[in-house]
Protein backbone atom coordinates (compact mmCIF):
# COMPACT_ATOMS: atom_id res chain seq x y z
CA UNK A 1 0.00 0.00 0.00
CA UNK A 2 1.34 3.77 -0.65
CA UNK A 3 1.82 5.88 2.25
CA UNK A 4 -0.63 8.35 1.11
CA UNK A 5 -3.21 5.31 1.02
CA UNK A 6 -2.56 3.90 4.42
CA UNK A 7 -2.63 7.50 5.95
CA UNK A 8 -6.44 8.21 4.09
CA UNK A 9 -7.36 4.73 5.53
CA UNK A 10 -6.27 5.30 8.69
CA UNK A 11 -7.77 8.61 9.16
CA UNK A 12 -10.85 7.10 7.78
CA UNK A 13 -11.24 4.01 10.60
CA UNK A 14 -9.72 6.59 13.59
CA UNK A 15 -12.91 8.81 12.53
CA UNK A 16 -14.96 5.51 12.76
CA UNK A 17 -13.42 4.20 16.07
CA UNK A 18 -13.79 7.81 17.45
CA UNK A 19 -17.26 7.17 17.13
CA UNK A 20 -17.81 4.74 20.05
CA UNK A 21 -18.59 5.96 23.02
CA UNK A 22 -18.34 9.93 21.66
CA UNK A 23 -19.14 12.37 23.99
CA UNK A 24 -20.73 15.93 23.08
CA UNK A 25 -17.22 17.80 23.08
CA UNK A 26 -15.07 15.60 20.78
CA UNK A 27 -14.08 12.73 23.09
CA UNK A 28 -14.92 9.82 24.01
CA UNK A 29 -15.82 7.75 27.62
CA UNK A 30 -14.92 4.24 27.18
CA UNK A 31 -13.75 2.87 30.62
CA UNK A 32 -12.04 -0.50 31.13
CA UNK A 33 -15.03 -3.20 30.81
CA UNK A 34 -17.82 -0.52 30.25
CA UNK A 35 -20.39 -0.95 27.34
CA UNK A 36 -18.69 1.15 25.00
CA UNK A 37 -14.93 0.01 25.50
CA UNK A 38 -16.56 -3.71 24.50
CA UNK A 39 -18.39 -2.09 21.76
CA UNK A 40 -15.15 -0.54 20.25
CA UNK A 41 -13.23 -3.80 20.88
CA UNK A 42 -15.81 -5.54 19.43
CA UNK A 43 -15.43 -3.54 15.97
CA UNK A 44 -11.08 -3.24 16.52
CA UNK A 45 -11.90 -7.65 16.55
CA UNK A 46 -13.86 -7.17 13.13
CA UNK A 47 -11.11 -5.05 11.84
CA UNK A 48 -8.13 -7.38 12.98
CA UNK A 49 -10.26 -10.25 11.38
CA UNK A 50 -10.60 -9.03 7.88
CA UNK A 51 -6.91 -8.11 7.96
CA UNK A 52 -6.17 -11.66 8.44
CA UNK A 53 -5.52 -11.81 12.21
CA UNK A 54 -6.53 -14.45 14.66
CA UNK A 55 -8.78 -12.49 17.22
CA UNK A 56 -7.88 -13.84 20.62
CA UNK A 57 -8.07 -12.85 24.44
CA UNK A 58 -5.85 -14.07 27.77
CA UNK A 59 -7.27 -14.39 31.13
CA UNK A 60 -7.29 -10.51 32.24
CA UNK A 61 -9.10 -9.90 28.87
CA UNK A 62 -5.69 -8.27 26.65
CA UNK A 63 -6.91 -8.90 22.87
CA UNK A 64 -4.60 -9.98 20.57
CA UNK A 65 -4.85 -10.22 17.00
CA UNK A 66 -2.28 -12.75 15.90
CA UNK A 67 -0.43 -13.34 12.59
CA UNK A 68 1.88 -16.22 12.38
CA UNK A 69 4.61 -15.43 10.30
CA UNK A 70 7.20 -18.02 11.25
CA UNK A 71 6.12 -20.99 12.41
CA UNK A 72 7.05 -21.73 16.72
CA UNK A 73 8.99 -18.05 16.69
CA UNK A 74 8.52 -15.71 19.26
CA UNK A 75 6.30 -12.74 18.30
CA UNK A 76 6.63 -8.85 18.15
CA UNK A 77 3.89 -7.35 19.95
CA UNK A 78 2.72 -3.96 18.96
CA UNK A 79 -0.30 -1.85 20.55
CA UNK A 80 -1.37 0.19 23.26
CA UNK A 81 -4.74 0.66 25.05
CA UNK A 82 -8.49 1.28 24.24
CA UNK A 83 -9.82 1.90 27.43
CA UNK A 84 -10.26 5.45 28.26
CA UNK A 85 -10.57 8.04 31.24
CA UNK A 86 -14.13 9.56 31.47
CA UNK A 87 -14.90 12.32 29.60
CA UNK A 88 -11.47 11.96 27.68
CA UNK A 89 -10.25 12.60 24.40
CA UNK A 90 -9.91 10.20 21.43
CA UNK A 91 -6.40 10.02 20.60
CA UNK A 92 -4.90 8.42 24.36
CA UNK A 93 -4.49 4.81 23.99
CA UNK A 94 -6.79 4.32 21.17
CA UNK A 95 -4.90 6.32 18.61
CA UNK A 96 -2.08 3.60 19.60
CA UNK A 97 -3.80 0.73 19.03
CA UNK A 98 -5.03 1.69 15.74
CA UNK A 99 -1.55 2.76 14.58
CA UNK A 100 -0.33 -0.55 15.37
CA UNK A 101 -3.10 -2.56 13.58
CA UNK A 102 -2.48 -0.80 10.41
CA UNK A 103 1.56 -1.12 10.55
CA UNK A 104 0.97 -4.54 11.40
CA UNK A 105 -1.53 -5.16 8.45
CA UNK A 106 1.28 -3.32 6.09
CA UNK A 107 4.22 -5.24 7.72
CA UNK A 108 2.50 -7.92 6.80
CA UNK A 109 1.82 -7.29 3.41
CA UNK A 110 5.60 -6.90 3.17
CA UNK A 111 6.00 -10.73 4.27
CA UNK A 112 3.48 -12.08 1.78
CA UNK A 113 4.86 -9.69 -0.91
CA UNK A 114 8.45 -10.95 -0.43
CA UNK A 115 10.08 -7.33 0.42
CA UNK A 116 10.80 -8.61 4.08
CA UNK A 117 12.15 -11.40 5.54
CA UNK A 118 10.27 -12.29 8.72
CA UNK A 119 12.32 -13.51 11.56
CA UNK A 120 9.51 -13.45 14.34
CA UNK A 121 5.73 -13.69 14.15
CA UNK A 122 3.32 -10.20 14.89
CA UNK A 123 0.56 -9.73 17.18
CA UNK A 124 -1.19 -6.19 17.68
CA UNK A 125 -2.34 -5.66 21.43
CA UNK A 126 -4.99 -3.47 22.72
CA UNK A 127 -4.16 -4.07 26.68
CA UNK A 128 -7.06 -4.11 28.59
CA UNK A 129 -7.69 -1.11 31.47
CA UNK A 130 -4.65 0.55 31.22
CA UNK A 131 -5.99 4.10 32.47
CA UNK A 132 -6.75 2.12 35.99
CA UNK A 133 -9.85 4.84 36.40
CA UNK A 134 -12.71 2.00 36.76
CA UNK A 135 -9.94 -0.36 38.46
CA UNK A 136 -7.04 -0.07 40.35
CA UNK A 137 -4.21 -0.17 39.10
CA UNK A 138 -3.34 1.71 35.80
CA UNK A 139 -1.66 -0.70 32.86
CA UNK A 140 -3.31 -3.68 34.52
CA UNK A 141 -2.97 -5.79 31.48
CA UNK A 142 0.28 -5.05 31.23
CA UNK A 143 1.19 -5.26 35.01
CA UNK A 144 -0.25 -9.52 34.68
CA UNK A 145 1.22 -10.12 31.68
CA UNK A 146 4.88 -8.73 32.82
CA UNK A 147 3.99 -11.37 36.33
CA UNK A 148 3.89 -7.94 38.17
CA UNK A 149 0.34 -8.27 39.04
CA UNK A 150 -0.95 -11.31 40.38
CA UNK A 151 -3.99 -12.42 38.44
CA UNK A 152 -6.32 -13.24 41.07
CA UNK A 153 -6.02 -9.52 42.69
CA UNK A 154 -6.45 -7.99 39.09
CA UNK A 155 -9.71 -10.00 38.23
CA UNK A 156 -11.05 -9.06 42.37
CA UNK A 157 -10.56 -5.00 41.57
CA UNK A 158 -13.83 -3.64 42.10
CA UNK A 159 -15.42 -0.29 40.64
CA UNK A 160 -17.33 1.75 42.72
CA UNK A 161 -20.80 -0.11 42.31
CA UNK A 162 -18.89 -3.40 43.20
CA UNK A 163 -18.31 -4.63 39.84
CA UNK A 164 -15.05 -6.55 39.75
CA UNK A 165 -13.14 -7.00 37.10
CA UNK A 166 -14.08 -10.71 36.49
CA UNK A 167 -17.57 -9.54 35.73
CA UNK A 168 -16.69 -6.61 33.45
CA UNK A 169 -14.64 -8.64 31.58
CA UNK A 170 -17.23 -11.76 31.00
CA UNK A 171 -20.08 -9.88 29.98
CA UNK A 172 -19.62 -10.42 25.97
CA UNK A 173 -18.55 -13.34 26.35
CA UNK A 174 -15.08 -13.64 25.07
CA UNK A 175 -13.47 -16.96 25.51
CA UNK A 176 -10.04 -15.82 27.87
CA UNK A 177 -8.17 -18.41 26.73
CA UNK A 178 -4.87 -17.51 25.38
CA UNK A 179 -1.47 -17.98 27.01
CA UNK A 180 -0.10 -15.25 25.39
CA UNK A 181 2.93 -15.92 23.38
CA UNK A 182 6.79 -15.59 23.91
CA UNK A 183 7.59 -12.42 23.07
CA UNK A 184 10.84 -11.22 21.06
CA UNK A 185 10.13 -7.23 21.01
CA UNK A 186 7.54 -4.85 22.07
CA UNK A 187 6.81 -1.42 20.09
CA UNK A 188 3.96 1.39 21.27
CA UNK A 189 2.94 4.55 19.55
CA UNK A 190 1.25 7.12 21.84
CA UNK A 191 0.58 11.01 21.73
CA UNK A 192 3.12 13.00 23.84
CA UNK A 193 0.48 14.42 26.78
CA UNK A 194 2.29 17.27 26.76
CA UNK A 195 3.84 20.52 24.89
CA UNK A 196 7.65 19.50 24.58
CA UNK A 197 7.51 18.11 20.72
CA UNK A 198 4.35 21.10 19.89
CA UNK A 199 7.36 23.84 21.16
CA UNK A 200 10.25 22.60 19.92
CA UNK A 201 8.94 21.54 16.22
CA UNK A 202 9.71 18.14 15.87
CA UNK A 203 7.20 15.61 14.92
CA UNK A 204 8.65 12.10 16.83
CA UNK A 205 9.37 12.05 20.43
CA UNK A 206 11.95 8.87 21.10
CA UNK A 207 10.69 8.08 24.50
CA UNK A 208 14.12 7.08 26.18
CA UNK A 209 13.00 7.11 30.29
CA UNK A 210 9.62 7.07 32.82
CA UNK A 211 9.47 9.19 34.85
CA UNK A 212 8.98 8.22 38.68
CA UNK A 213 5.49 7.41 39.91
CA UNK A 214 4.53 7.06 43.43
CA UNK A 215 0.34 6.26 44.05
CA UNK A 216 -1.13 6.06 47.19
CA UNK A 217 -4.71 5.07 48.80
CA UNK A 218 -5.11 7.59 51.45
CA UNK A 219 -7.91 6.77 54.16
CA UNK A 220 -8.71 9.60 56.56
CA UNK A 221 -10.62 8.75 59.65
CA UNK A 222 -12.74 11.19 61.82
CA UNK A 223 -15.99 10.54 63.53
CA UNK A 224 -19.21 11.14 62.11
CA UNK A 225 -21.01 14.28 64.66
CA UNK A 226 -23.43 17.02 64.32
CA UNK A 227 -22.26 20.16 61.31
CA UNK A 228 -23.88 22.40 63.97
CA UNK A 229 -23.92 21.40 67.03
CA UNK A 230 -20.67 19.67 67.73
CA UNK A 231 -18.06 22.06 69.21
CA UNK A 232 -15.13 22.51 67.29
CA UNK A 233 -12.48 21.29 69.70
CA UNK A 234 -14.31 17.53 69.76
CA UNK A 235 -14.53 17.57 66.49
CA UNK A 236 -12.87 14.63 64.67
CA UNK A 237 -13.78 15.92 60.82
CA UNK A 238 -12.85 13.63 57.96
CA UNK A 239 -12.80 16.12 55.50
CA UNK A 240 -11.19 19.23 56.58
CA UNK A 241 -8.11 16.63 57.54
CA UNK A 242 -8.53 15.24 54.16
CA UNK A 243 -8.47 19.06 52.84
CA UNK A 244 -5.23 19.98 54.75
CA UNK A 245 -4.00 16.59 52.82
CA UNK A 246 -5.03 17.50 49.36
CA UNK A 247 -3.38 21.20 50.01
CA UNK A 248 0.17 19.29 51.74
CA UNK A 249 0.35 17.41 48.39
CA UNK A 250 0.41 20.38 46.48
CA UNK A 251 2.61 22.61 48.00
CA UNK A 252 5.27 19.84 48.32
CA UNK A 253 6.07 21.22 44.52
CA UNK A 254 6.98 24.20 45.96
CA UNK A 255 9.54 22.81 48.38
CA UNK A 256 11.59 20.65 45.72
CA UNK A 257 13.07 22.66 42.68
CA UNK A 258 11.00 23.80 40.45
CA UNK A 259 9.18 21.38 37.99
CA UNK A 260 11.02 18.02 39.57
CA UNK A 261 7.80 17.14 41.46
CA UNK A 262 3.73 16.62 39.99
CA UNK A 263 1.83 15.73 42.73
CA UNK A 264 -2.21 15.84 42.50
CA UNK A 265 -5.17 14.56 44.67
CA UNK A 266 -7.49 13.54 42.14
CA UNK A 267 -10.31 10.75 43.73
CA UNK A 268 -12.14 11.79 46.52
CA UNK A 269 -14.82 9.87 48.35
CA UNK A 270 -16.44 10.84 51.41
CA UNK A 271 -18.89 9.39 54.37
CA UNK A 272 -21.77 9.78 55.11
CA UNK A 273 -21.33 12.63 52.46
CA UNK A 274 -24.89 14.11 53.73
CA UNK A 275 -25.11 18.16 54.57
CA UNK A 276 -25.69 18.25 58.29
CA UNK A 277 -23.04 15.75 59.10
CA UNK A 278 -19.38 15.75 59.69
CA UNK A 279 -17.37 12.94 57.67
CA UNK A 280 -16.30 10.29 59.47
CA UNK A 281 -14.32 9.22 56.37
CA UNK A 282 -12.23 10.14 53.24
CA UNK A 283 -10.55 8.26 50.67
CA UNK A 284 -8.75 9.83 48.19
CA UNK A 285 -5.78 8.83 45.94
CA UNK A 286 -2.42 10.91 45.70
CA UNK A 287 -0.16 10.56 42.59
CA UNK A 288 3.18 12.25 43.22
CA UNK A 289 5.40 11.94 40.13
CA UNK A 290 9.61 12.62 39.05
CA UNK A 291 11.75 12.84 36.92
CA UNK A 292 14.53 12.29 39.30
CA UNK A 293 14.27 9.51 41.87
CA UNK A 294 15.81 10.93 44.90
CA UNK A 295 13.47 13.40 44.47
CA UNK A 296 10.09 11.38 44.43
CA UNK A 297 11.57 9.64 47.91
CA UNK A 298 11.90 13.06 49.84
CA UNK A 299 8.99 14.06 48.48
CA UNK A 300 7.54 10.87 49.90
CA UNK A 301 9.47 11.44 53.21
CA UNK A 302 7.67 15.01 53.50
CA UNK A 303 4.18 13.67 52.46
CA UNK A 304 4.94 10.72 55.92
CA UNK A 305 5.81 14.11 57.85
CA UNK A 306 3.33 16.20 56.74
CA UNK A 307 0.80 13.43 57.36
CA UNK A 308 1.92 12.41 60.49
CA UNK A 309 0.98 16.80 61.34
CA UNK A 310 -2.26 16.39 60.15
CA UNK A 311 -3.24 13.47 62.08
CA UNK A 312 -2.34 15.70 65.28
CA UNK A 313 -4.10 19.20 64.07
CA UNK A 314 -7.50 17.66 62.48
CA UNK A 315 -7.52 14.61 65.24
CA UNK A 316 -7.94 12.09 62.63
CA UNK A 317 -6.03 8.83 61.74
CA UNK A 318 -4.80 8.43 58.36
CA UNK A 319 -4.16 5.07 56.59
CA UNK A 320 -1.77 5.37 53.77
CA UNK A 321 -1.26 2.29 51.36
CA UNK A 322 1.34 2.88 48.63
CA UNK A 323 -1.17 1.33 45.64
CA UNK A 324 0.94 1.63 42.53
CA UNK A 325 4.60 2.72 41.81
CA UNK A 326 7.18 2.92 39.23
CA UNK A 327 10.80 3.41 38.66
CA UNK A 328 13.16 5.58 36.11
CA UNK A 329 14.10 2.16 34.62
CA UNK A 330 15.35 3.14 31.18
CA UNK A 331 13.96 2.03 27.66
CA UNK A 332 16.76 -0.10 25.92
CA UNK A 333 19.14 2.17 23.95
CA UNK A 334 19.32 -0.56 21.12
CA UNK A 335 15.44 -0.08 20.86
CA UNK A 336 15.93 3.87 21.04
CA UNK A 337 18.22 3.91 18.48
CA UNK A 338 16.10 1.72 15.89
CA UNK A 339 13.40 4.14 16.33
CA UNK A 340 16.42 7.41 15.58
CA UNK A 341 17.37 5.47 12.66
CA UNK A 342 13.62 4.80 11.50
CA UNK A 343 12.67 8.19 11.64
CA UNK A 344 15.76 9.06 9.98
CA UNK A 345 15.02 7.17 6.93
CA UNK A 346 11.41 8.42 6.64
CA UNK A 347 12.66 12.25 7.10
CA UNK A 348 11.05 12.57 10.29
CA UNK A 349 11.88 15.04 13.02
CA UNK A 350 13.10 13.63 16.31
CA UNK A 351 14.61 13.90 18.98
CA UNK A 352 15.17 11.67 22.51
CA UNK A 353 12.21 12.20 25.45
CA UNK A 354 10.60 11.24 28.83
CA UNK A 355 7.52 10.44 29.09
CA UNK A 356 5.67 11.46 32.23
CA UNK A 357 2.61 9.40 32.19
CA UNK A 358 2.65 5.68 32.60
CA UNK A 359 1.87 3.54 29.26
CA UNK A 360 2.28 -0.10 28.90
CA UNK A 361 5.73 0.00 27.63
CA UNK A 362 6.68 1.26 30.92
CA UNK A 363 6.05 -2.38 32.14
CA UNK A 364 7.17 -4.36 28.66
CA UNK A 365 10.44 -2.50 29.11
CA UNK A 366 11.32 -4.06 31.88
CA UNK A 367 11.25 -7.84 30.12
CA UNK A 368 11.74 -7.11 26.76
CA UNK A 369 13.44 -4.53 24.05
CA UNK A 370 10.90 -2.22 24.14
CA UNK A 371 10.55 1.22 21.49
CA UNK A 372 7.75 3.84 22.60
CA UNK A 373 7.50 6.48 20.24
CA UNK A 374 5.45 9.88 20.61
CA UNK A 375 3.63 12.06 18.57
CA UNK A 376 2.52 15.60 19.44
CA UNK A 377 -0.05 16.85 21.77
CA UNK A 378 -1.82 20.08 19.99
CA UNK A 379 -1.17 22.47 23.61
CA UNK A 380 -0.33 19.57 25.78
CA UNK A 381 -3.59 19.08 26.19
CA UNK A 382 -5.11 15.43 27.78
CA UNK A 383 -7.30 13.13 29.53
CA UNK A 384 -9.92 16.31 28.35
CA UNK A 385 -12.00 16.01 25.46
CA UNK A 386 -10.12 18.67 24.03
CA UNK A 387 -7.05 16.26 23.17
CA UNK A 388 -5.86 17.03 19.60
CA UNK A 389 -3.20 15.33 17.33
CA UNK A 390 -3.38 16.88 13.86
CA UNK A 391 -4.02 14.78 11.11
CA UNK A 392 -0.48 15.33 9.50
CA UNK A 393 1.42 14.15 12.66
CA UNK A 394 -1.00 11.56 12.94
CA UNK A 395 0.02 9.82 9.98
CA UNK A 396 3.87 10.50 10.54
CA UNK A 397 3.77 8.10 13.39
CA UNK A 398 1.59 5.29 11.54
CA UNK A 399 4.57 5.56 9.06
CA UNK A 400 6.93 5.35 11.28
CA UNK A 401 5.69 2.69 13.65
CA UNK A 402 5.17 0.45 10.01
CA UNK A 403 8.84 1.02 9.86
CA UNK A 404 9.89 -0.17 13.56
CA UNK A 405 7.40 -2.72 13.47
CA UNK A 406 9.20 -3.87 10.03
CA UNK A 407 12.25 -3.75 11.54
CA UNK A 408 11.49 -5.53 14.78
CA UNK A 409 9.94 -8.63 12.55
CA UNK A 410 13.04 -8.75 10.67
CA UNK A 411 14.73 -9.49 13.74
CA UNK A 412 16.50 -5.96 14.26
CA UNK A 413 16.26 -6.46 18.11
CA UNK A 414 16.61 -10.10 17.90
CA UNK A 415 14.32 -13.17 17.10
CA UNK A 416 14.50 -15.36 20.14
CA UNK A 417 12.31 -15.21 22.86
CA UNK A 418 12.85 -12.52 25.39
CA UNK A 419 10.03 -13.14 27.74
CA UNK A 420 7.67 -16.04 27.76
CA UNK A 421 4.16 -14.92 29.86
CA UNK A 422 3.71 -17.01 32.72
CA UNK A 423 7.00 -18.95 32.37
C1 LIG B 1 -0.97 5.92 33.63
O1 LIG B 1 -1.37 4.89 34.01
C2 LIG B 1 -0.46 6.95 34.48
O2 LIG B 1 -0.71 6.88 35.68
O3 LIG B 1 0.20 7.84 33.94
MN1 LIG C 1 -2.58 6.15 27.37
MN1 LIG D 1 -4.48 8.10 29.79
Known sequence: MQQHEQAEDFLEDFATMSGFGATPGGGVERQAGSAADHETRAWFAGW??????????????????????????????VGSHLDSQPLAGRFDGAYGVLAAAHAAREVARRVRGGSLQPACNLAVVNWFNEEGSRFTPSMMGSSVLTGKLPLETALAATDRAGVSVAQAIAEPGDALDLTPPPVAAYAEIHIEQGRGLEESGTTIGLVDRTWAASKYRIVVHGEQSHTGSTVMADRRDALYGAALVIVAARELTDELPEGMLHSSVSELELAPNSPVTVARLVEINLDLRSPDEAVLERANALLEERLAAIEERARVTIERRLTHQWGLLAYQPEGV???????????????PTMTVAGHDSTNMKDVAPTVMLFVPSIEGISHNEGERTSDEDSVAGVALLTEVTARLVAGELGSTAAFTPGG
Open 337 to 351: ELARSAAAALGLTHA
Open 48 to 77: LERAGFEVRHDAISNQFGLLELVPGAPYVL
